[in-house]
């Protein structure tokens, strides 16, 4: 708001209207107060007979009589009860992103919608600022519904004042306090705080407790005021409102004031209690900060002895504020209303600050379609000017340009037109041909781009298969067990894969399968006598294995490193089982056994794979910079001995081969074996799974590439078949 030469602050009470008119001095720490007006009400607003606006209205008509606001900048205070102050910490943050964190903070400590409320921000003395980061910063938040808005400046507009400020009262005593009571903010060492002021303000039924050291601000309204002291004496004397506000008033002069003092002690213990809970509160919120001197504001703190019971009860320097260090004015020091009510002014006086451009904090909760309508109206005359000067200048065109248009003659231009049409011509044929060829070319190199990748994309596949087969395990060649259910392998019976566009809605589908592949039971903790695990349920056909009890920890001792695959890619199926399931291997049988092997190694903790072509053509690399990972045991299935005969065992072993087919079984059911035959026939406990896991092929040692828009799948099968 640009400076006035005269502003008013107003404060609409419960008992009064205050209000101050003011101008700016040469110096930046002094305020010249012009005028004066304290009108106090014919009964409190909060008394149930009363009527407020009809009372408000007389107030400011009364206001409006005696003095001509057109022109001066008018600031008007709501009580604080009715809006939201927050002072927000910052974290270490760019500069230009503090506006986009305060609307998210706004969002999360308003209770209603940003739409619903008038909110405003500005950032705090205080905090380091260096190559664009700022550090230790604060910011103060303030916010109010709409419709309190609209109904706090409804008096206002109906008396016929534009309302230039709109503050809540305990910020405009904030600015009081900092401009009146404290150095100049400029002076003050950010790593020594000074020490802070406690201005409490008693209301009429409620109290403004503001504590400040000049950089920090923190406020809270207390639900106890003037007129507590005015029921209690209703209560204990029997008497009506308006007399035992006449009462309060001079209780000195009453004809017992030691009765009327210890019906009012309870009030006055209650007010000391509240006002002590706060002051501890903050200093407990910031233990850097010393309050040393509490001022108190508000006629109500006229009341005989309250000073004094409440810096007993405090143990602080309590005073009243009878004295603005930075006013200046004697006609209205030295009237006999201002001095008589000075202590009900210091709202006012803030207000008058900040309609000034003096005041510290400088938000303002009018609505932005009033200020933007205002401008509009002041700028309506510049505008008609501004439109009756475009109207005669393009009446002076339009009748430069007929008289030309009169003057001429078609004929003597036809063969002019005629060439620059058939040039025009020519040209539109030439930029057609030179797009037609350009278009051609990128055509060419796009042609030329895909064939590049294919060359890469050729072995993809192999190498997905070379790696799978790697990582299954194996025995070594000279050391086969001869028992088939002590040989270190997996026998893959079928494999199969399907393209998914995008992978994170397969992966969503298996989250308790992923939960229940990726822990494994703690062999290691005993080594002389291992646990044996809990035994595994049998699952229905096309259900997932229930994961055992015991399982604690992740395969290899951690998580894989990404959350959730993304972006599309194929789905590789591999359907096996094992024999590996005898009671000396435990407890690495079944599922377990699938994990510490095959699981293992396909979260990249096993063999590397050569790779076949690219730009790492011939090098050994992990399997996930192949694009394979998140491998998930989709399908388990319960332990069962099964009876092979001895002749299809054979000396050697199929391991690591894909796909390989199963051994013959006899038999495989849930039932034991039979006894017949046992010489030609081995007993062995069988294991079946289905293994799911992604592969997004790409060439060895690039990185994934970001997750592409969704696109149709493919038919199901190997890439590039």
Known sequence: MARVSYVWGIDIGKCALKALRCRATTDPRKLEAVACEYIEYPKILTQPEADPVELVQAALEQLISRHDLKGDAVAVSVPGNLGLSKFIKLPPIES????????????????????????????????????????????????????????????????????????????????????????DPATLDPDEPAPSVALVSVGVDSTDLVVTNGRRIWQRSIPAGGSNFTKSLVQGMKLTFSQAENLKRNAVKAEDPKAVFKIMKPVFNEFASELQRSLNYFTGTDRTATITKVLLMGNATKLRGLTDFVGQQLQLDVQRLDTFKGLEGAAVLANPAFREHQLAFGTAYGLALQAANVSAIGTNLLPDEIVRDRIINAKKPWAVAAMVGLLAAAMLNFFGMFAAWTAYAPDLYADAFGKADAVKQKSSAAT?????????????????????????????????????????????????????????????????????????????????????????????????????PAAVEPAAEGEPAAASPDATAAVAGQEPAASSPAGAGWVVELQGHHFHNEDRHKPLEGAQYVRSTLIKNLLGKGDKVIVSAGPLAGQEVSVSDLGIGFPVIVQSSSIKPVRIPLAAIGGGTMSGRIPRPSLPMAQQTGDEPSESDPAQDLVLRRYDFVVQFCWQPRPAGEAP?????????PPAGIPGE
Request: with cysteine.
């Open 705 to 713: 590439p970001p997750a592409p828009a969704a696109a149709a799948a």
């Open 96 to 183: 230009k992103k503090i506006p986009d964190i305060v609307k998210y903070e706004a969002r999360q400590q308003i209770p209603f919608p940003l739409e619903q409320v008038v909110w405003r921000w500005q950032r705090l003395a205080g905090g380091m600022e260096e190559s664009g980061f700022v550090l230790d910063a604060e910011v103060a938040l303030f916010a109010m519904k709409r419709e309190q808005v609209f109904k706090a400046l409804a008096p206002l507009t109906q008396a016929g004042i534009n309302v230039d400020v709109l503050q809540l009262a305990p910020i405009a005593l904030a600015n009081m306090a900092m401009f009146d009571q404290l150095p």
């Open 432 to 532: 057609a041909a030179i797009g037609m060829v350009r278009e051609q070319q990128v055509a060419a190199l796009a042609q030329q781009q895909w064939l590049a990748r294919v060359q890469n994309q050729r072995f993809e596949t192999l190498d997905m298969l070379r790696a799978v087969q790697t990582l299954l395990p194996r025995d070594s060649a000279d050391a086969i067990p001869e028992n088939p259910a002590d040989r270190q392998e997996l026998l893959i019976d079928r494999m199969d894969c399907q393209y998914f566009p995008d992978l994170s809605a397969w992966f969503a589908s298996l989250k308790q399968q992923w939960a229940e592949t990726h822990v494994v039971e703690d062999a290691e903790s005993d080594e002389e006598e291992p646990a044996p």
